[in-house]
């Protein structure tokens, strides 16, 4: 089944050039395209399907620093920032509050890593409450249960993500930019070794400027330019339940974890839990990805060949003038698990007695591309004009305004609003077994 998405209609008039094209309107191209219009550009927003149809509208929607690595916080504390410019600039629909994220646990080692969390963010302005046992069962009052501590990010808070993506390609039209929906981009044209034009399945598009933001399809699409970009997928299942009273906005445990809905339901999910649908594509980066699948091993379980079905981790070529494997498969909508639905289902009404009565609503899946690190990919790569901005590793949502805002900074000669070496695609040039993000 489909997540929950805003379906709106967009320009159907293919544009014959633009300064930029952004290929990709999941939330971090719908970010990257409206801070580009808001500076005085002409972007055409490309979508092979619908705007925010995949990952993008199946994820919790948190928007968080709370255990955030390193090299992401930044990036997550000034997201929090444009969550709320959005908010006032784009409107209310987004679904963005800082209502505070809550985690709850009586394991004392994830106790420990929490503390030790805080610590570090301090040095960065950022501010996160470690709970007494007391204040942690007072907190969460909803579970009926005691726990052995937890921690509060009071500046943290959720958006709506069935609404937040396609709200944005709205004001981007309104800003005088094209938005194209079920218009696939197939490659580039170069002249000079550098960009000159996309070609999509509707025709070329002049521009020097492109932004891959393809989520799960980058390397796939990487790959026909030559350019190596490790990325691997994993398919998670989550669902949405009816309303219940007196459940907090945003609660994290081991057991499961809860999240309010714009339509005044929850989403429930087991964080961590996923299926690995193996691809081509996967064993030809397996190397890179060893460090992170040994550390997940306890949550991940081998899955089935939907990921070859589904054709974004092929390693095919395809030709410019023929149908390619993204016009085959407009939105990736994979089966979830159904015996994880059924557990985080029974784990939620278990956890949380006021979820008894509730009823499950939707159930959907998504997969989650990573890199190598667990840390996104941002920047120019090898071919001048051609950028990239994928591989967010689950943390896409979030730090999607961040990370818009950043392609946008590099695009247009201006400050960054972080640091972007961090997140530059040529340090996976180097080891593939690179330091994997510790939160």
């Known amino acids: 089944m489909p997540a929950p998405l805003l379906k709106i ?7 014959k050039e633009a300064d930029v094209v952004v290929i990709g309107a999941g939330i971090v191209g719908v970010c990257a395209a409206y801070f580009l219009a808001r500076r005085g550009l002409k972007v055409a927003l490309a979508e092979k399907g619908r705007v925010g149809g995949e990952q993008s509208s199946r994820n919790w929607g948190w928007c968080r620093q709370q255990n955030r690595d390193a090299r ?4 997550a504390t000034k997201s929090l920032a444009l969550w709320d410019q959005l908010s006032k600039e784009v409107g209310p629909e987004i679904g963005f509050k800082r209502c505070g994220l809550l985690y709850l646990s009586n394991n ?3 106790l ?22 007391d204040e942690a069962s007072e907190r969460g009052q909803a579970t009926r249960k005691t726990w052995k501590g937890g921690v509060f990010s009071p500046s943290d808070g959720i958006a709506d993500p069935a609404n937040a993506a396609p709200a944005i390609a709205k004001a ?6 094209k938005v194209l929906q079920n218009c696939a981009v197939r490659g580039l044209e170069l002249e000079a070794g550098r960009v000159s034009a996309v070609v999509t399945e509707h025709g070329v ?10 989520g799960a399809w980058a390397s796939s699409f990487c790959r026909q330019l030559g350019i190596r970009f490790p990325q691997s997928s994993v398919r998670s299942s989550i669902l949405s339940v009816s309303h219940a009273d007196g459940l907090p906005d945003a609660l994290h445990t081991a057991e499961v974890s809860l999240t309010a809905r714009g339509d005044s339901g929850h989403t429930l999910a087991i964080s961590g839990k996923a299926k690995v649908d193996p691809t081509l594509q996967m064993m030809r980066f397996g190397s890179s990805f060893i460090p992170m699948f040994l550390k997940r091993r306890g949550s991940l379980v081998l899955g089935g060949l939907q990921g070859i079905r589904s054709g974004h981790e092929t390693l095919a070529r395809w030709p410019l003038d023929k149908e390619t494997p993204m016009e085959r498969m407009r939105i990736l909508d994979p089966t979830p698990d159904r015996s994880q639905i059924h557990a985080t289902l029974a784990r939620g009404k278990e956890l949380i007695p006021a979820l008894k009565h509730s009823q499950l609503t939707a159930a959907w899946a998504g997969y989650i591309d990573s890199t190598p690190d667990g840390v996104p990919a941002i920047g120019e790569t090898d071919i001048p004009g051609f950028l990239l901005a ?7 949502f979030g730090i999607g305004p961040g990370a818009g805002h950043l392609v946008a900074d590099l695009i247009t000669g201006m400050d960054p609003i972080v640091d972007p070496l961090p997140y530059h695609p040529s340090r996976f040039a180097r080891s593939s077994w690179g330091k994997v993000a510790e939160f």
């Open 390 to 396: 994928a591989g967010f590793s689950g943390h896409g």
């Open 172 to 177: 981007i039209e309104g800003l005088g930019s």
């Open 205 to 214: 598009i002049r521009t020097n400027c492109v932004v891959m933001a393809g």
């Open 108 to 110: 004392e080692t994830e």
């Open 112 to 133: 420990t890593t929490w503390a030790r969390w805080r610590d570090f963010a301090a040095e960065h302005g950022v501010t996160t409450h470690v709970l007494t046992a």
């Open 72 to 75: 992401e916080l930044p990036m």
């Open 9 to 15: 209609d967009t320009e159907t008039t293919h544009p």
